[in-house]
């Protein structure tokens, strides 16, 4: 089982989840963009029970395309974007990769959302890509 660690930028926010990633993905959807202030958002997705948080979070409720709802988590003193709550499966919690204090291990295995990608982004197309989100 994988140890997972990060922060925020002020340190204000510490996290660790004890478990495997079930999917490292870049999104290029225009929200991620956004929240990232960047061309895509590398992510981890664990399972929510095995993170566990230190100081205090603020919540910011976003509307997907798909109508879902998804709960953006940041530090309340520095803004740095932490997690990411899905209200389509709250069993599941995105990790801002960026966040982490070890990347070295970081490897994305898809690309969502390609269709809102910017224009100047090349993407890999070794690697599995899907117009919008993951199938099913």
């Known amino acids: 089982m994988t140890q997972i660690a990060g922060r925020c930028l002020c340190g204000a926010v510490t996290y660790q989840a004890e478990a495997d990633p079930v999917a490292t993905l870049v999104c290029h959807c225009k929200n991620c ?9 590398i992510n981890l997705v664990v399972p929510s029970d095995s993170i566990s948080t230190t ?3 603020k919540t910011f409720t976003d509307q997907a395309d798909s109508g879902n709802t998804v709960d953006r988590q940041f530090c309340p ?10 209200s389509a499966n709250p069993a599941l919690t995105i990790i801002k990769a960026g ?8 490897k994305p295995g898809a690309q969502l959302w390609c269709d809102s990608a910017q224009d100047w982004v090349q993407l890999d197309h070794a690697m599995p890509s899907f117009r919008q989100n993951l199938p099913g």
């Open 99 to 106: 966040t982490l204090d070890d990347t070295s291990g970081l």
């Open 33 to 41: 963009q956004r929240q990232a202030g960047a061309a895509f958002s």
């Open 77 to 86: 003193a520095c803004g740095s974007p932490l997690f990411s709550k899905p």
């Open 55 to 57: 100081g205090t979070l």
